[in-house]
């Protein structure tokens, strides 16, 4: 298994302001992922955060606008830049541990408002 | 395209009752699927998890079948408890160990005492 730690658990943003969130975890893995859970939906997979690579992000998602680090194989942040109401949404870190046969495991959250 | 379905959207039930939730998807070649609960304003915890090659999982209280052949998966709750309302998400990962998770919008579960 692994422990995830991710800050901040929410915040409340200006518009066109950016807010970086951090994950932190208990043990050395390879990937972790960002995703989005908007209000009332599911998660959507933001990108793949490699260390030692630039990030793989999926389709509708840009660099410019959720610029991602990976210094380590226990630590990550996201960017969220320029933000504006839609942006406001459960941004969630996970990792999967021991491998791609094994579970995945997820952080708290952060709980973003754009104002 | 890999879509994932769950329904009920909602579901309330007394405490003690067995209870289903149903999850189907589109594309039968999956790697794994792995069910989640979901607690408000939290992330998600792992709940079972189930390779293509297996028919069901089982933790405690929870049993968790997969018929890849027709696209569905069905987490079964034994004696519900108020403890056990939350929001239970599947999702599926494929065709192969690479491939992204695809996530359900989930089932609320409402237990009441």
């Known amino acids: 298994s692994a422990v995830i730690s991710q800050k901040p658990s929410r915040d409340i943003c200006q518009r066109g302001t950016s807010l970086t969130i951090q994950c932190q975890v208990d043990s050395q893995v390879t990937m972790m992922f960002w995703y989005r859970q908007q209000p009332g939906q599911s998660l959507t997979l933001i990108a793949t955060a490699n260390q030692g690579s630039e990030a793989t992000y999926e389709s509708g998602f840009v660099i410019d606008k959720f610029p991602i680090s990976r210094p380590n194989l226990t630590f990550s942040t996201l960017t969220v830049s320029n933000m504006s109401p839609e942006d406001s949404s459960i941004y969630l870190c996970?990792?999967?541990?021991?491998?791609?046969?094994?579970?995945?495991?997820f952080g708290s959250g952060t709980q973003l408002s754009v104002l | 395209k890999q879509e994932v379905t769950q329904i009920p959207a909602a579901l309330s039930v007394p405490e003690g009752e067995n209870l289903v939730l149903n999850c189907s998807f589109t594309d039968s070649a999956i790697y794994n699927l792995q069910w989640f609960r979901q607690d408000p304003g939290k992330g998600l915890t792992s709940l079972l998890l189930i390779q293509s090659s297996q028919r069901e999982q089982t933790s405690g209280r929870l049993n968790a079948s997969l018929d890849k052949s027709s696209g569905r998966s069905t987490l079964y709750i034994a004696a519900s408890q108020p403890g056990d309302s939350a929001t239970y998400l599947c999702a599926v990962r494929g065709p192969s160990n690479t491939g992204k998770l695809i996530f359900g919008q989930g089932t609320t579960l409402q237990v009441k005492p």
């Open positions: 996970s990792v999967q541990a021991g491998g791609l046969n094994e579970k995945l495991f």
